[in-house]
């Protein structure tokens, strides 16, 4: 039975739409032949969206995404915009998204595909078959953290100073998205600050394992030191399944992740929100990098990072495993053919365009669902 999903593309800026062009054609082959259809707007965002209206996200879009079962961004910015006003980039328009859709945690899985297993800087046998989730707190802590500021001492030295802070809710409310997520993964979570030091680390600790004991006593949990999360990551990235944590740590740690299968090019992420009455989730998801203005419009961007971003859509916004599934499928089978955009390009494979990508990917999706 067909369902309609309300899904607002956002390409925004640089090789953004070139990448959502080729992102859209798979969309358009999902709806014609798997059971979702989807109800698709499109609209401006970022320096796209100043050109046109003066301002990197108006109202109307503002409010689209907001009535959206998900939305999903290319990238912002570039030079053009560059040396605009701090509260009139580009940037802002990805903020305000973020901001008023309320998305508290942010997702990055780090898979590695076995045709890129050598792209890694560390070796196969570490890295071969790696597929965990890092879920950073998003809103909260020392980012946005009271009293902030910097502050000139009565002997005249300066004195910065940020605060880290936590609340129950806002711990539990990104634990539980962990402890969700996880049981339909490996059903580990790996809860991860520096309780050693810092008394925002006992409390998250301390929910954390209340949150555990009262509603998922059947996923395993274990915790661990910030520091040692980061060396363990290199070591030996595989004893992890889904790994949560806090803002500042989930922005480190979630970047060391990412660096262990190679290329932003290939990086999707997921931003969520809380569920509302209607029991769904705000989502925004979107590529980890940015608008690429170096490689913009000469058909070089890789379209994979936005189209694991829409795999991502699939899985978490609309409850489509086997849809999502199925992509990953196409992208695995398509890098073991020895095609590559430039920015994975590897010895003895073919580099190909943009363009060719998206259309090898659409191959490859006809042959697996015939
Ligand atoms: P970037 O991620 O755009 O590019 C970094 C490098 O990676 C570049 O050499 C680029 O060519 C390459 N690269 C990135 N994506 C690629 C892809 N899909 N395929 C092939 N190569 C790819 O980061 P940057 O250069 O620091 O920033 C450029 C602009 O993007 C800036 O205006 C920045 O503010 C903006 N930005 C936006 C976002 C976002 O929209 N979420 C994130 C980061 C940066």
Redesign the pocket.
């Known amino acids: 039975m067909a369902s309609n999903k309300n899904l607002l593309i956002l390409p ?5 739409p070139e ?1 959502m062009r080729e992102v859209r054609r798979v969309i358009d082959w999902m709806d014609r032949r798997r059971a979702v259809t989807f109800d698709i707007s499109e609209g401006l965002v ?1 320096g796209c969206a100043i050109d046109a209206h003066g301002t990197p996200l108006t109202d109307e879009t503002m409010a689209d995404a907001m009535a959206a079962d998900a939305v999903l ?7 053009k ?2 040396d605009l006003p701090f509260e009139q ?3 802002r328009g ?1 903020l305000r998204l973020r901001k008023e859709m309320d998305l508290f945690a942010n997702l990055r899985p780090a898979i590695c595909f076995d045709a890129l297993v050598d792209a890694s800087t560390l070796k196969p046998e570490i890295i071969s078959g790696l597929d965990i989730l890092i879920i950073r707190e998003l809103t909260g802590g020392v980012y946005f953290g009271e009293p902030r500021g910097i502050e000139t001492l009565p002997d005249g030295q300066r004195r910065g100073f940020n605060t880290q802070t936590y609340t129950t809710s806002e711990i539990r409310r990104v634990a539980v998205l962990a402890f969700e997520l996880a049981r339909k993964r490996g059903n580990k979570v790996c809860s991860v600050e520096k309780a050693n030091v810092m008394e925002s680390g006992v409390l998250w600790r301390d929910e954390v394992t209340k949150l555990h004991g009262e509603s998922f006593p059947d996923v395993a949990l274990s915790h661990m030191y910030a520091d040692n999360c980061s060396m363990q990551l290199v070591r030996d990235p595989k004893q992890f399944d889904v790994i949560v944590t806090d803002n500042l740590f989930g922005d480190m740690l979630s970047d060391t992740a990412a660096m262990l299968t190679g ?3 290939m990086l999707p992420s997921a931003s969520l929100g809380a569920v509302d009455a209607t029991g769904s989730r705000k989502a925004l998801y ?10 913009a419009g000469r058909e ?7 189209l694991l971003s829409f795999a991502m859509n699939l899985r978490y916004s609309f409850d489509l495993a086997e849809d999502a599934d199925l992509i990953q499928q196409a992208v695995e089978n398509v890098l073991a053919g020895g095609l590559r ?4 390009m590897q010895p003895g494979k073919a580099k190909v365009s ?1 363009g060719v990508m998206g259309e090898s990917l659409l191959r490859e999706l006809d042959k697996l669902a015939a």
């Open positions: 925004g800026d640089g090789i953004g990448v970022g961004l290319g990238a912002v910015g570039g030079p915009w560059d980039k580009p940037e990805l290329s932003l090019g979107e590529p980890v990098h940015g608008s690429a203005p170096d490689i070089l961007a890789n379209p994979i990072a936005t955009t430039a920015d994975i943009t």
